[in-house]
């Protein structure tokens, strides 16, 4: 099983859309069984598939870090024969303030995320365990980076982007200290369009030499914000938008020869 975090401290770089269609074209493309988490407070993930989730009645990633869930199983929402989804609350709000506040009735579990990676990979549950992380280190993103194989960054080229990437450049780098498992950290361009800012900011970034770049870039499209606002992924709503033919092949470059061989 491959365990991806889909990091970046900045917000609003395609994050929760690259989940979602991460997931999407592994699940129905690829035949892959794969098990979304959601770590973000803001819950677009679980809203994106549960409109109506009820936090304050269904179990979510925050009951299996404050411990009072004690199986992923019981927070895990199955959405399709292939695809589940371990949902989240406003809750993870509440959970980084007892990380912060150090109390001994208010523990965090911050290896919550490396138990549930084992017992799926022990269960042979899942192809890919999927974790779409906030904007920013709160406990949940750490969990979710100490329980990662691969990171992937969607970037967005501007000045802003390129400053919040070098702050996460330097904390994976102290987080590969203590998660020895990460052998991939690379960055995905997304919402890239033809422009010469763009472009020589992507020339910028693939010439620095010490970053880790996949060669397909994620186009924009309106149709992305539309597929979002019909609750589908693109590859569903719009199969032959740009943004739908780049994710695919995105996702084949990631399974490299995994795809070559299926
Ligand atoms: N390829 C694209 N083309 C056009 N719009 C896009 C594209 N990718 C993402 N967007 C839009 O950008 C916005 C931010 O996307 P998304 O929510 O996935 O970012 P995020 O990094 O998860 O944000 P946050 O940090 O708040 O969790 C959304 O409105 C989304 O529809
Ligand atoms: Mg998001």
């Known amino acids: 099983m491959r365990t991806i975090a889909i990091m970046n401290n900045k917000g609003g770089v395609g994050k929760t859309v690259t989940a979602i269609n991460l997931a999407d074209i592994l699940t129905r493309e690829h035949g892959k069984r794969v098990v979304l988490g959601d770590c973000d407070g803001q819950c677009n993930l679980t809203q994106f598939y549960v409109p109506d989730f009820d936090t304050s009645e269904d179990a979510s990633l925050d009951t299996l870090m404050c411990g009072l869930a004690s199986c992923y199983e019981e927070v895990l929402l199955p959405l ?3 695809l589940s989804l371990i949902p989240a609350s406003d809750g993870l709000y509440d959970v980084d303030i007892s990380a912060l506040d150090g109390k001994e009735d208010h523990t965090v579990d911050m290896r919550c995320l490396i138990d549930i990676r084992d017992n799926l990979i022990e269960d042979e549950a899942a192809d ?7 904007p920013g280190f709160t406990a949940s993103a750490v969990s979710a980076l100490l329980a990662a194989d691969e990171v992937v960054i969607p970037l967005t080229i501007d ?3 390129f400053r919040g990437m070098a702050a996460l450049l330097r904390q994976l780098a102290s987080m590969r200290k203590s998660n020895w498992r990460l052998k991939r950290a690379a960055v ?10 763009v472009s020589q900011g992507e020339q910028l970034l693939r010439s620095n030499g010490k970053i880790d770049i996949y060669k397909q870039v994620i186009r924009r499209t309106d149709k992305v914000p539309e597929s979002t606002i019909d609750g589908s992924p693109i590859w569903q709503y719009s199969p032959g938008s740009a943004a739908a033919r780049d994710y695919r092949a995105w ?3 990631l399974l490299g020869e ?4 299926e």
Request: net charge negative; charged share 25%.
């Open 80 to 82: 399709t024969d292939k």
């Open 128 to 134: 890919f365990f999927i974790l779409d992380c906030p």
């Open 159 to 161: 000045g802003f982007s």
């Open 188 to 197: 995905l361009i997304t919402q890239y369009r033809n422009a010469d800012v």
């Open 251 to 253: 996702v084949r470059e």
């Open 258 to 261: 995994e795809a070559a061989h």
